[in-house]
């Protein structure tokens, strides 16, 4: 059951290329002109802020709306059909797929085009894996409120806000490690282990509180 609500989500996101293709325009346009704005001469902070905003825009973009479409008839058949538990675990695991895809494709992008920072490649893939998926969590959860108040978008993003900013701060300070090329001997493993546990968090939560929404 579970895998058929993960592909279900698959088949309609690539059925309706609206939001995927406005996504990719967003991240082409961002890094076409950071190239223009900064011909390659970004310090290493720079180039670390920079590749989070454009992160964390398309983590709101993709995450955000996950739960906007799921209204009138659609809402009622998964409400006779699934599961809350199922149901909101399949949209943060696809969530969480679908941006880790798309995070992956935007530092090569933004690498290959800016320039590539990253002294310490295999830690920052770790951080940009556990970012990419603990935002993805966040998101859709709180996606999941703001579609039980009409839907409201700016909610949504308003709601996000003060949840989603002790992860980027935990992210900003192991990416920038990463990005000096820290060794692993220099870096907080106790950072990273936060960072793992706020996904697991987030899921937990998700999977608690859900259902309380679902019956609304």
Request: proline content about 3%.
């Amino acid at each position: 059951m579970l895998s058929a609500l993960i592909k279900k989500e698959f088949l309609l996101e690539f059925r309706q290329k609206s939001t995927l293709g406005g996504v990719l325009v967003y991240v082409a346009g961002t890094i076409f002109v950071s190239v223009l704005c900064f011909n390659g001469r970004l310090d290493k902070p720079t180039w670390n802020a920079l590749f989070w905003i454009i992160t964390l825009f398309t983590s709101v973009t993709i995450s955000g709306k996950s739960f906007l479409k799921e209204s009138g008839g659609a809402g009622l058949f998964n409400y006779l059909h699934y599961s809350p538990q199922q149901f909101i675990i399949a949209k943060i695991l696809y969530n969480m797929v679908f941006m880790l895809a798309l995070s992956f494709i935007t530092f090569f992008f933004y690498a290959f085009f800016v320039k590539n920072e990253v002294g310490n490649m295999p830690m920052f893939f770790i951080v940009l894996t556990l970012a990419s998926t603990g935002l993805a969590g966040v998101l859709s959860l709180m996606s999941a409120i703001a579609a039980k108040a009409n839907g409201n978008f700016a909610m949504m993003s308003i709601l996000s806000f003060p949840v989603v900013m002790p992860l980027i701060l935990v992210v900003i300070r192991l990416s920038k490690q990463a990005v000096d090329g820290l060794e692993w001997a220099g870096v907080s493993l106790s950072f990273i282990s936060i960072l793992a546990a706020l996904n697991v968090l987030t899921i937990a939560l998700s999977f608690l509180l859900f259902p309380y929404l679902w019956k609304d």
